[in-house]
């Protein structure tokens, strides 16, 4: 994935190249008199010596500072940050149940009022939805990826990978096609979901994920299917699976079950200063 162009959610990513069949558009201190030199160098010397002792010891505390595996990288933050994440969905998720289930003993409403309140549920996506199924599965293309036919350029390294523009055609083109639920890797979309790309990782809900991407729907197959092939933007992206080998696979699941959504419904919204 490029972050270069991925932070436009309608936009396109990078600059494709000019193919006769279309591409993807748009897309670094004095020594005083009177004193000896040689005793001030010495004194000197041996102070330094002892910062630096006292520095490299206060900050080991016992490690092996040299070594590079003691060092929190980026990369292991955020994936920390990610699996932090998902327990705490998960728990979320738990309490919620518990809750509906202790709400449900004695809540004084009516069998018609508890059924509208489960198709709402329904439709926020926070219920599991189980019916037929398609994976839609993207991926990067092999890093030493050359043009497969005549008449196209050399592949440039943002040609290779999968942008955000990608995914977001295939979950609208799913949406599209009458998809009644739409699972993102192991993450359930609902109506405030952002899929939103940094870097060569997708970011999703809090939680971060490399490729292959698969994007797993519920809905009538064949419609959904249709809908994949009718769009311009996945039209677009198959030209660069068929010049340079970006990975694309549809796959039919049969009867499966998604899960329901289980992070935050709050919304964060930006404020004006006062």
């Not at 991925?6 to 279309?22: E, F, H, I």
């Not at 699972?183 to 060569?200: F, Y």
Request: a neutral charge; charged letters at 20%; aromatic letters at 6%.
């Amino acid at each position: 994935m490029s972050n270069s162009a991925d932070s436009n959610a309608t936009g396109s990513t990078g600059s494709g190249p000019a193919g006769k069949d279309g591409f993807r558009p748009g897309l670094r201190p004095r020594l005083r008199p009177g004193f000896r030199p040689v005793r001030i160098l010495t004194v000197g010397v041996f102070a330094l010596a002892g910062l630096l002792f006292f520095t490299s010891f206060n900050t080991a505390k016992g490690t092996d500072i040299r070594s590079d595996d003691n060092l929190l990288k980026l990369s292991d933050l955020i994936q920390e940050h990610s699996r932090k994440n998902k327990e705490l969905d998960e728990s979320n998720a738990s309490t919620r149940d518990q809750n509906e289930k202790l709400a449900k003993r004695d809540d004084g409403s009516t069998k018609a009022q508890d059924d509208q309140l489960t198709g709402l549920e329904k439709d926020a996506g926070t219920q599991k939805l189980t019916g037929k199924a398609i994976t839609v599965t993207l991926n990067d293309a092999p890093p030493n990826a050359t043009a497969k036919l005549p008449g196209y350029p050399e592949p440039q390294p943002d040609y290779l990978v999968i942008h955000q523009q990608d995914l977001q055609a295939v979950v609208n083109a799913l949406w599209q096609g009458g998809a009644q639920g739409i699972k993102v890797m192991d993450q359930r979309l609902i109506s405030t979901s952002a899929v939103r790309c940094v870097g060569n990782t997708l970011i999703l809900q809090g939680r971060v994920y490399s490729p292959p991407y698969k994007i797993q729907a519920i809905g009538d197959p064949a419609k959904m299917q249709k809908s994949l092939a009718d769009s311009e933007a996945i039209q677009n992206y198959m030209v660069y699976v068929n010049v340079y080998g970006l990975g694309w696979k549809v796959t039919e699941d049969g009867t499966v079950t998604l899960p329901g959504y289980s992070g935050t419904v709050d919304l964060h919204y930006a404020k004006p200063v006062e």
